[in-house]
Nanobody, 127 residues
Framework: QVQLVESGGGLVQAGGSLRLSCAAS????????MGWFRQAPGKERDFVAA????????YYADSVKGRFTISRDNAKNTVYLQMNSLKPEDTAVYYC????????????????????WGQGTQVTVSS
């Protein structure tokens, strides 16, 4: 069982930065692929970024590549999403998720593969 709690959301102007954190409980956190997804009003939940349990591989949606960075600290049971050069279209509720994936390189963007989800944190980017 893994419980996830996101923090760090807020209101920021376009071009600004935010750092989201996701604190996980559970002894096996280090075994999980961790992902960030987002959902804007009236839209589906979209993949943003993911990181393998070793931290050796990271994956990004094309829309955030070069602007967002995902990282993890297994000693702190925490995964981060550094968001730079934010745009109004980044406005959404951001969710942290955890999955046990034998082939994360194949399934990292599939939300149905993620077992545990946080409650979400709102990110609003004003123009």
């Amino acid at each position: 069982q893994v419980q996830l709690v996101e923090s760090g959301g807020g209101l920021v102007q376009a071009g600004g930065s935010l750092r989201l954190s996701c604190a996980a409980s559970g002894r096996t956190f280090s075994s999980y692929t961790m992902g960030w997804f987002r959902q804007a009003p009236g839209k589906e939940r979209d993949f943003v970024a993911a990181i393998r349990w070793t931290g050796s591989s990271t994956y990004y949606a094309d829309s955030v590549k070069g602007r967002f960075t995902i990282s993890r600290d297994n000693a702190k049971n925490t995964v981060y999403l550094q968001m730079n050069s934010l745009k109004p279209e980044d406005t959404a509720v951001y969710y942290c998720a955890a999955a046990l994936l034998s082939r994360p390189e194949l399934y990292y963007s599939n939300s149905h593969r993620y077992t545990y989800w946080g409650q979400g944190t709102q990110v609003t980017v004003s123009s």
